[in-house]
């Protein structure tokens, strides 16, 4: 792929198009419940030639008209980029994608890590069940989920575990849960290393299990794209929306205010003309 794109809202839609008029093999990225924030918005009436349009609805116009004009779609969470010197892999739940150049559009949302869940980090904690589940056979394991997939991965997980504790975090649509999957209203606070396990502390007491696994909807950038300059919580770009990496652009509300979508749509626009010229230049 020339450019992959991260995120389906105003900005990874309006890039993915004009990537598309250079000539450039785009495919975009997102969850399939995807969280932009454009979602949200019941009536929008600053974007010009969609007047008094719903959020949802935009969405869907930006959407045909970008797959009619080739873009590929992907399902999934990006958990890692890495530069691999021609171009980058990008780490989507449990696949790969290689690409040239990569568009960062991940909007403003920010995950809040649990304290002591870092350290954890591939010592109990894991991101992905279909890659990591085969470790807990007939164990004791917590899902802590903000996201319609983490409900879908229990269906997986269930089948493996000896016992799965649900954690809801953010309200989402459970439909998927396994019927091996406890829900546990509580809300989870912290965790931390046990001897028999992990120890995870919710606002109503502790439990200890032998691997947890969380899914949320955005990834922490410092995780995502280590070297990635970021100043106040934006992702720092000059005027071509090139960021402190080469080859990696940004646009949209991951760059800073004004979070609006006329903004985001022009940024958008802005990172794949530069991708275009990045690699023209790099022949
Ligand atoms: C209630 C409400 C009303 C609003 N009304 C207006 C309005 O009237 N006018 C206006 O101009 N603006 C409005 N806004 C703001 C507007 O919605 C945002 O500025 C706009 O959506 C930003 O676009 P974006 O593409 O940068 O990010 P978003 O639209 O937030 O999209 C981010 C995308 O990135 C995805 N993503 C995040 N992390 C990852 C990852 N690691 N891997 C893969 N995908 C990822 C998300 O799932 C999502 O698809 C409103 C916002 C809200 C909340």
């Not at 997102?30 to 935009?58: H, I």
């Not at 954690?167 to 459970?174: A, M």
């Not at 929306?241 to 958008?268: H, N, R, W, Y």
Request: proline share 4%; charged share 25%; net charge negative.
């Amino acid at each position: 792929m020339d450019v992959a794109i991260v995120g389906k809202g105003p900005a990874g839609w309006s890039c993915a198009m004009t990537a598309r008029m250079r000539g450039l093999s785009t495919v975009i990225i997102a969850p399939k419940d995807d969280a932009s924030m454009l979602r949200k918005a019941e009536r929008v009436d600053n974007y010009p030639g969609l007047p008094q349009v719903g959020g949802e609805k935009m969405l869907d116009i930006f959407r045909q008209q970008a797959l009619s004009l080739g873009v590929e779609e992907q399902f999934g969470l990006v958990r890692n980029i890495m530069p691999t010197g021609e171009g980058f892999m990008l780490l989507v739940e449990n696949e790969v994608i290689e690409a040239r150049t990569v568009v960062l559009c991940m909007g403003a949302g920010k995950p809040v890590l649990l304290p002591g869940e870092e350290e954890l980090v591939g010592r109990g904690v894991s991101y992905c069940a279909t890659c990591d589940g085969m470790f807990y056979r007939g164990k004791r394991v917590a899902m802590i989920s903000s996201t319609e997939q983490g409900a879908e991965e229990t269906q997986f997980l269930g089948s493996v575990v000896g016992q799965l504790d649900y954690y809801i975090g953010k309200n989402h649509r459970t439909d998927g849960l396994s019927q091996k999957a406890q829900v546990i209203g509580e809300k989870v606070k912290a965790l931390a290393p046990d001897e028999n396990g992990i120890r995870l502390t919710t606002d109503q007491g502790e439990r200890v299990y032998d691997g947890v696994f969380i899914y949320r909807s955005a990834v922490a950038l410092d995780m995502l794209l280590p070297d990635l300059k970021v100043e106040g919580g934006a992702i720092v770009t000059d005027r071509t929306m090139a960021t402190s990496i080469p080859g990696v652009f940004a646009a949209g509300d991951c760059t800073g205010k004004p979070l609006q979508i006329p903004k985001a749509v022009g940024e958008g626009n802005i990172a794949a003309l530069s991708a275009a010229e990045y690699l023209t230049k790099l022949g």
